[in-house]
Each structure stands twice: as C-alpha cells, then as structure tokens.
C-alpha cells in the first residue's frame, strides 16, 4: 500500500529558493547607474513611502497593506494616505490593535502565496508580536527544511519619536537584528526610501523595515520613475579622509551635521550611511577606514550588544590594522528614554558628541 | 404545503462514505497508533532526540479532521504533530527520518519531533510555542480567502488550525479569533481537548473549562462540542462544520474531546493523573470503536467489511511499513554540518548577512 520512499536530494542550484514558489528579481544597478538625485521633484519621506508601496502593488496584486489605522484614517501618520481610494478595502486593510495577531497572521499569509506589508504604527508595538516576527517568521525556511519561506515587510516609526517617554521610544535594530533569517533596512532620506522599500517588498525573506517618525516630513528630490536600492550597499554622504563616521537611519543627519561643522575646523569626516544593518556592507567601511584609518559609529540604540558593538567588532576583525585609534563610537545614553524635552536631547546622540569624539579620536592620533 | 416527512433517522455524512474510506480510516489510525508506539521506543533508545510528544489515544481526531477536508485545504497545528502528518500522507519514513535527525527527514532534520512540515501535502507545521500556529493558521485561511476573493485564482478553501486544550488559554488565540471573525476568515480551530495542559488538568488552567465554546461564540465564531473517540462522529460533525464555513467564508470553533495515553511528553511522569483513568479512556478507545463498527454485521448496525483474518493481515502490514521506516530513519545519512549548517537560512541569500557565515540554498527537500 506504501510505496518506498526514495527522496530525492540534489543541490538547489536556483538564486530564489525554490520553498517561496516563483519568484522575479529587480533588476539591480550600480550606485551611479541610479536616476540622479538631485531634481525638482522634491516629496515628503512619507510620500516616498507611499510612492513605493502603491509602485508595487499596482504591479503585484498578492501584495497586500495591513495596520492600524492604515486604512479609513489615512495611516496614523499619513503614510498610507490615499491608498484606500485606490486599492480598496481587501487590500488596505485597518487591523484591530493586536500586533501579536495581525503579523503572525500576515506570517502565515506570506507563507501561503501572499506578500503582505505589515505597518507597526510603531517598532515599539512590535513587541507584543515578538513570536511571530522572531520566532517565525525568521526561521520558517530553515525549520521547514526548505519547504516554507517568509516573504514578508515588517515596517513603521522606530526611535525617540520626540518625548513619547520610555516605552514609544524603542529603537529595535539592537535587539532584532541578532536574529539570523531577517533582513534590514534603515533609511534615512526619502529617496533612499522609496528605493529601499521597494527592494525590501520584492525580496522573498521577511524584511524589518525602520523608518522614522522624526523624518517623515524630511523633503528631499525622489525621482517619479521606478528604481531599486539593493540591500547591502552603503552611500557615501560625504568625502572625507580625516575619520569615518558609520551611521544609519536618521543619525546619519547628526554625522552630516557633525561633519560641516568639523570641516570649518579643517577636519574633513567620510560619512558612511549603512542603509541596511542586515546585510551589513563591512567593505565599504574598511575601504574608507583604509583611507581615514580612524572610525567613528554613531547609533541611536543603545550601545550593550547592539548594531554599533556588532559593527566595531567587525570593524575589528577585518581592518584593525588599518586603524591608528580604537574605534570609537556614540549611542544614546544607556538608560531608558526620557521624557523631558532637555534629557531626551542629552540622550540622543547629536552633533556636539558626534564633534566631541572626533576630536578626541583626531587629538589622539596626530 | 406540507413538506413530505420521513421516519427514518437523519443520514449520517458518514453513512454516505464507501467501506474502502472508513478501511483507510481504520488503517492510518493504526498506522499512527503503530508508529508512535516505535517512536516511544526509539526515544528510549535515545535514537530521537529533544522534546517528543506521543500521539496515541487522539488518531480518531487528525484522521477523522483531515477526512473532513479536501487535500488542498491547508493544515497547521502545535508540536503533537507526528499524527497529523502521516494522516495528511506524510510518508511514515520522512517523520521518522526527521525525529532521527536525518537530511531525508521531512525538515532535513532542522525541525525534529515539533516541527512536522510537508508541502505537498498542504501541512503548514507543527509548531512548538503554545498557541502561535493559531495567528499562521488564521493567515493560511486569510491568504486562500484573498486568493479567491482578491486574485481570483482559487476556489474557496478551508484551513484547519489545530490546538490543544492548554493553547486556548494564550494572548495570540484570542486575538487569532477576533481577527478571524472580523474579516470572515475560514479557519476552524480544533481545540484537540484532552483534558490537560502538559500536567495541568483543564479546571486547574482554564476558566469556564466545561464551557469552551463560549471562547468560540463570544468572537461570534461558529462553536461545536465534539465526542472525539467516535470517528465516525468526528466526521459527521467536522463535515458539516467544514462545509459550512467554506460556503460562508467564516470561521468556526471545535472542543473536540480526546485523551491522550500517554504522558505529555516523553518525560512525563505523569503523576497528575491516575491509571484508572487511562483505563477508562483505553476502554473506550477508538480504534477498537471503529472496527467494531467495520466488522459487525450490515444487519447489526455495521458494515461487515473487515473480518478478523483481514484486520490481522492490516496490522501486519502496518508493522512491516513501520519497521521500514524505522530502519530507513536508521540509516539514512545524517546532515553534514559543512553543507547543511548554513542553508535554509535565507530564500535569497547575500554578501555580509553574517560576520560569520555565508548562506547558499544546500540540498533539495527530500518532499520536494
């Protein structure tokens, strides 16, 4: 009655592994391949948001927008507005507050053919739905043997939103991105963004997504045409050979900040924008630290056991040799987030410690 | 005008179905109540590893469930999955392969004992934190529902979400259901009730325990009591529901009563209940229930389809598959860590994911 069981196990040779069904990569391009970015053309990062979102779901009807309020409110904090007009209620769908059911949900929709794209209103809410988004939805290929992938966005607000105290303040990439399986991304500039979350809706793993509340009304040029970031590169801000400051998201404005100011002193800072922590572009790092042989990380995370540890000991292990001064680096301070508006700031890395260890590092080494 | 009436008793679903199904019944019940006895074994032999949760006492449920389906609905259920999956087809040598640890197991040997998956056969996992396969099994349901409503591409299907008594008491049920009643979604929960949440009898972990499909109702959701020993009742039961919540497109809610014979895990020592208990339930237990039915005379109420030779030559050849099993799991290969370590880990894999490793896709799933 039961035939034998002769499995077979030859090699998957596919780029796209077979478990996520067929699947249509982007066409990737090199950095300066990419439509320009300066233009006229100058939209909110909310808007590049959107702009993203509706590009891919006119091409794409398994993808699907889920959250609180993203629907009939037009998006807590309007980055959804508008789509309900256009895509309708099946697929904008407004989600009760429950975010443990809602991802584990939108996991096994994604497990089951569907691309669903999960607002957390914010990354702090993202807590209640830590099984799901960690323990499933990271580990579904692997645990299956291969039978099962995730093809999932998780994305909303993450950091000091601007004195929300302690418990809306949550910068996550500390925590989350220790877990293998997940990709992420932090842009912080809304041409970035729109590349970036495009990227991260046709990527066939769960994809964290962190944006900003404080950048959301950011303007900047975001060309009307389709492109896609890949993940795994970084930008370089600014040319400089002095020191390399390593930033992402919305920090990489502070090093900006930091860095023209540092000029006026002769002090000329390389700034590296990370744009996604998984997978970490490590070679763009030591190629600068080649140049600059000084770094520093700045992190708006705490610093025990998070992104800017990950990334000093990378930096460490690959290019110590290169480096004239130990790598430095500037967190927000290790304690919960305050409310008041004065502690806050003194919690937040800024330019003035951005500045501070910069000249510490230079002082030391020349 | 008078409708026309009838004397004789409503038409069981069951009645309709041929011997040939309730023989195929009656075999992977005995096919998982053979198997389980084998992986008790293999456990003492410390040949399987980790947590391992025995199945035996419940078979009427998963197969008497699974036949209320079609094969295309999917499945998704907690960590006592070992059942589940031979009811869905799962071939008995990739689960036992796969509680071996072995590549040709069902998992390549990365899931184990709690984590069951087969593709072909519409099985989403079993899944090892209490309650989290209800939000997926919501989702898997979600996702048919969007494909026929949304992408036009599927008929309409059913998700069966099974769950024991002790996962009911979890946050992501309750929110599972209120989702699922929300958006009209297909899904049933199976609550497998065997009266006991690992050690904890159910009026010590649930309130209102004699009353769970109150948890079912106050969500607006479809709720029935099952008698879990009977299959033929499971099917009855269970087909109607299914059929229904396919045709509305909403969800439902099951307290399927079961019991199960051996302890919760194989390290149970199972001092919170007593062997009159076990006995009592042994006595009622359901396989032998089904072929009493199957080898009674049409005339008694049966249906004369089985005699006792023909039931021997079935366990017979149930043993022989099992065994088989057994000794494929035996020796099969084992995974090498420098080909298999790594893999699975991400569908499309990438330069710097990790300080430490590199990814690539590895060997194809022995299912696949």
Same mark, same amino acid.
Not at chain 1, 201 to 209: E, S, Y
Not at chain 2, 191 to 220: K, P, V, W
């Given at each position: 009655?039961?035939?034998?069981?002769?499995?077979?196990?030859?090699?998957?040779?596919?780029?796209?592994?077979?478990?996520?069904?067929?699947?249509?990569?982007? $066409?990737?391009?090199?950095?300066?391949?990419?439509?320009?970015?300066?233009?006229?053309? @100058?939209?909110?990062?909310?808007? #590049?948001?959107?702009?993203?979102?509706?590009?891919?779901?006119?091409?794409?009807? $398994?993808?699907?927008?889920?959250?609180?309020?993203? #629907?009939?409110?037009?998006?807590?904090?309007? @980055?959804?507005?508008?789509?309900?007009?256009?895509?309708?209620?099946?697929?904008?769908?407004?989600?009760?507050?429950?975010?443990?059911?809602?991802?584990?949900?939108?996991?096994?929709?994604?497990?089951?053919?569907?691309?669903?794209?999960?607002?957390?209103?914010?990354?702090?809410?993202?807590?209640?739905?830590?099984?799901?988004?960690?323990?499933?939805?990271?580990?579904?290929?692997?645990?299956?043997?291969?039978?099962?992938?995730?093809?999932?966005?998780?994305?909303?607000?993450?950091? #000091?939103?601007?004195?929300?105290?302690?418990?809306?303040?949550?910068?996550?990439?500390?925590?989350?991105?220790?877990?293998?399986?997940?990709?992420?991304?932090?842009?912080? /500039?809304?041409?970035?963004?729109?590349?970036?979350?495009?990227?991260?809706?046709?990527?066939?793993?769960?994809?964290?997504?962190?944006?900003?509340?404080?950048?959301?009304?950011?303007?900047?040029?975001?060309?009307?045409?389709?492109?896609?970031?890949?993940?795994?590169?970084?930008?370089?801000?600014?040319?400089?050979?002095?020191?390399?400051?390593?930033?992402?998201?919305?920090?990489?404005?502070?090093?900006?900040?930091?860095?023209?100011?540092?000029?006026?002193?002769?002090?000329?800072?390389?700034?590296?924008?990370?744009?996604?922590?998984?997978?970490?572009?490590?070679?763009?790092?030591?190629?600068?630290?080649?140049? $600059?042989?000084?770094?520093?990380?700045?992190?708006?995370?705490?610093?025990?056991?998070?992104?800017?540890?990950?990334?000093?000991?990378?930096?460490?292990?690959?290019?110590?040799?290169?480096?004239?001064?130990?790598?430095?680096?500037? /967190?927000?301070?290790?304690?919960?987030?305050?409310?008041?508006?004065?502690?806050?700031?003194?919690?937040?890395? /800024?330019?003035?410690?951005?500045?501070? #260890?910069?000249?510490?590092?230079?002082?030391?080494?020349? | =005008?008078?409708?026309?009436?009838?004397? +004789?008793?409503?038409?069981?679903?069951?009645?309709?179905?041929?011997?040939?199904?309730?023989?195929?019944?009656?075999?992977?019940?005995?096919?998982?109540?053979?198997?389980?006895?084998?992986?008790?074994?293999?456990?003492?032999?410390?040949?399987?590893?980790?947590?391992?949760?025995?199945?035996?006492?419940?078979?009427?449920?998963?197969?008497?469930?699974?036949?209320?389906?079609?094969?295309?609905?999917?499945?998704?259920?907690?960590?006592?999955?070992?059942?589940?999956?031979?009811?869905?087809?799962?071939?008995?040598?990739?689960?036992?392969?796969? =509680?071996?640890? +072995?590549?040709?197991?069902?998992?390549?040997?990365?899931?184990?004992?709690?984590?069951?998956?087969?593709?072909?056969?519409?099985?989403?996992?079993?899944?090892?934190?209490?309650?989290?396969?209800?939000?997926?099994?919501?989702?898997?349901?979600?996702?048919?529902?969007?494909?026929?409503?949304?992408?036009?591409?599927?008929?309409?299907?059913?998700?069966?979400?099974?769950?024991?008594?002790?996962?009911?008491?979890?946050?992501?049920?309750?929110?599972?259901?209120?989702?699922?009643?929300?958006?009209?979604?297909?899904?049933?929960?199976?609550?497998?009730?065997?009266?006991?949440?690992?050690?904890?009898?159910?009026?010590?972990?649930?309130?209102?325990?004699?009353?769970?499909?109150?948890?079912?109702?106050?969500?607006?959701?479809?709720?029935?009591?099952?008698?879990?020993?009977?299959?033929?009742?499971?099917?009855?039961?269970?087909?109607?529901?299914?059929?229904?919540?396919?045709?509305?497109?909403?969800?439902?809610?099951?307290?399927?009563?079961?019991?199960?014979?051996?302890?919760?895990?194989?390290?149970?020592?199972?001092?919170?209940?007593?062997?009159?208990?076990?006995?009592?339930?042994?006595?009622?237990?359901?396989?032998?229930?089904?072929?009493?039915?199957?080898?009674?005379?049409?005339?008694?109420?049966?249906?004369?389809?089985?005699?006792?030779?023909?039931?021997?030559?079935?366990?017979?050849?149930?043993?022989?598959?099992? =065994?088989?099993?057994?000794?494929?799991?035996?020796?099969?290969?084992?995974?090498?860590?420098?080909?298999?370590?790594?893999?699975?880990?991400?569908?499309?894999?990438?330069?710097?994911?990790?300080?430490?490793?590199?990814?690539?896709?590895?060997?194809?799933?022995?299912?696949?």
């Amino acid at each position: 009655m039961t035939t034998a069981y002769t499995p077979d196990l030859s090699k998957i040779t596919s780029e796209i592994h077979p478990a996520i069904g067929h699947w249509e990569l982007p $066409t990737f391009v090199a950095e300066h391949e990419l439509p320009s970015r300066d233009g006229d053309r @100058v939209i909110q990062f909310r808007e #590049a948001l959107r702009e993203a979102m509706s590009e891919e779901m006119r091409r794409d009807k $398994t993808v699907f927008l889920i959250g609180e309020e993203v #629907a009939e409110y037009n998006g807590a904090y309007k @980055v959804s507005q508008g789509m309900l007009d256009e895509f309708g209620p099946k697929r904008i769908i407004d989600s009760p507050i429950s975010e443990n059911g809602f991802a584990g949900m939108c996991i096994g929709a994604a497990m089951n053919g569907l691309k669903p794209i999960v607002e957390f209103m914010s990354w702090s809410f993202s807590l209640v739905a830590a099984d799901p988004i960690l323990n499933n939805a990271p580990k579904m290929l692997y645990m299956s043997g291969g039978q099962w992938g995730c093809p999932i966005v998780f994305r909303g607000n993450d950091g #000091a939103g601007g004195q929300l105290g302690s418990t809306h303040s949550w910068c996550v990439e500390g925590l989350y991105a220790n877990v293998p399986g997940l990709k992420m991304a932090i842009p912080s /500039n809304p041409y970035d963004a729109k590349g970036l979350l495009k990227t991260a809706i046709r990527d066939p793993d769960p994809v964290f997504f962190l944006e900003s509340e404080r950048m959301l009304g950011d303007k900047a040029h975001v060309p009307e045409e389709e492109y896609y970031i890949p993940f795994g590169r970084a930008r370089k801000a600014r040319e400089g050979d002095a020191v390399t400051l390593v930033s992402w998201g919305r920090p990489v404005h502070f090093c900006m900040d930091a860095a023209e100011r540092l000029a006026e002193d002769g002090i000329e800072c390389e700034v590296l924008d990370m744009r996604t922590i998984r997978p970490l572009d490590i070679d763009s790092i030591i190629e600068s630290v080649q140049k $600059t042989n000084r770094v520093v990380i700045v992190d708006q995370s705490w610093p025990f056991g998070g992104v800017s540890s990950e990334t000093m000991a990378q930096i460490c292990e690959t290019c110590f040799d290169w480096l004239d001064h130990q790598p430095v680096r500037v /967190n927000t301070r290790d304690v919960p987030t305050p409310y008041a508006k004065g502690l806050e700031a003194a919690y937040l890395p /800024n330019a003035d410690r951005i500045a501070e #260890a910069v000249h510490k590092v230079i002082a030391a080494t020349t | =005008m008078a409708q026309a009436t009838t004397d +004789k008793p409503a038409a069981r679903p069951s009645d309709a179905l041929s011997n040939e199904t309730l023989l195929k019944w009656l075999y992977d019940m005995q096919l998982i109540r053979d198997f389980e006895a084998r992986t008790m074994q293999a456990y003492q032999q410390a040949k399987i590893g980790g947590f391992c949760h025995i199945y035996s006492g419940q078979e009427a449920s998963a197969v008497g469930c699974t036949a209320a389906v079609e094969h295309k609905d999917p499945i998704v259920l907690a960590y006592r999955d070992h059942g589940h999956a031979l009811a869905r087809g799962m071939h008995p040598a990739a689960c036992m392969a796969e =509680m071996f640890g +072995k590549l040709a197991g069902c998992a390549k040997g990365k899931g184990g004992s709690m984590h069951m998956f087969d593709r072909p056969n519409y099985l989403f996992g079993g899944h090892g934190i209490v309650g989290a396969q209800t939000p997926l099994g919501t989702g898997l349901a979600f996702a048919e529902r969007y494909k026929w409503e949304v992408l036009e591409t599927g008929p309409k299907r059913v998700c069966l979400c099974f769950l024991g008594d002790g996962a009911i008491d979890q946050g992501a049920f309750h929110e599972a259901k209120n989702l699922a009643s929300l958006y009209g979604i297909p899904v049933i929960y199976v609550i497998e009730n065997n009266g006991y949440s690992m050690g904890t009898a159910i009026h010590r972990h649930t309130a209102n325990h004699d009353r769970l499909t109150m948890r079912g109702e106050a969500y607006g959701i479809k709720s029935i009591e099952i008698d879990g020993l009977d299959i033929r009742n499971v099917y009855d039961k269970m087909k109607v529901l299914v059929d229904e919540c396919r045709d509305l497109q909403r969800p439902g809610f099951v307290d399927l009563k079961t019991y199960r014979y051996q302890g919760h895990s194989m390290s149970d020592p199972q001092k919170y209940r007593t062997k009159e208990e076990v006995d009592e339930f042994k006595s009622q237990d359901s396989i032998a229930n089904l072929l009493d039915y199957l080898m009674r005379d049409e005339n008694d109420g049966g249906r004369g389809c089985i005699t006792e030779d023909e039931w021997k030559a079935m366990q017979k050849e149930i043993k022989e598959i099992v =065994m088989d099993a057994l000794e494929f799991a035996e020796n099969a290969a084992d995974p090498d860590p420098e080909t298999e370590l790594t893999t699975d880990t991400y569908a499309y894999p990438m330069k710097n994911l990790s300080p430490s490793d590199t990814y690539s896709h590895g060997a194809k799933n022995p299912l696949l």
